[in-house]
Nanobody, 127 residues
Framework: QGHLIESGGGLVQAGASLRLSCAAS????????MGWFRQAPGKEREGVLC????????YYVESVKGRFTIPRDNAKNTVYLQMNSLKSEDTAVYYC????????????????????WGQGTQVTVSS
């Protein structure tokens, strides 16, 4: 069965940047759409943004638009969450996930449309 291995979280100051990595094992990433989710303390998990198989991003959290992007490296079977200008409100455990199918016309962050999930990585932004 496929697995997603996350890395890159840590403690940073507000305004800094981080790049989270999500490496796929046991599956070919280029065949799937994917999404990034996060869960902040005391809050439910929320879908942040997702990307289609043809690299079109949809943002589901308004505050990350213009700051977060999802680069792909198909040769390394890895996707990233590039986070710039981090704010304290971005503090959360971040999860990557791959969809159960390819997406070509938009993407969603509904949990039932995802099959493989990373283990989560903590991002803490101090102010």
């Amino acid at each position: 069965q496929g697995h997603l291995i996350e890395s890159g979280g840590g403690l940073v100051q507000a305004g800094a940047s981080l790049r989270l990595s999500c490496a796929a094992s046991g599956l070919t990433f280029r065949s799937y759409g994917m999404g990034w989710f996060r869960q902040a303390p005391g809050k439910e998990r929320e879908g942040v943004l997702c990307i289609t198989s043809n690299d079109v991003t949809t943002y589901y959290v308004e505050s990350v638009k213009g700051r977060f992007t999802i680069p792909r490296d198909n040769a390394k079977n890895t996707v990233y969450l590039q986070m710039n200008s981090l704010k304290s409100e971005d503090t959360a455990v971040y999860y990557c996930a791959t969809a159960i199918r390819s997406w070509w016309q938009g993407c969603s962050v509904r949990g039932h449309e995802y099959e493989y999930w990373g283990q989560g990585t903590q991002v803490t932004v101090s102010s």
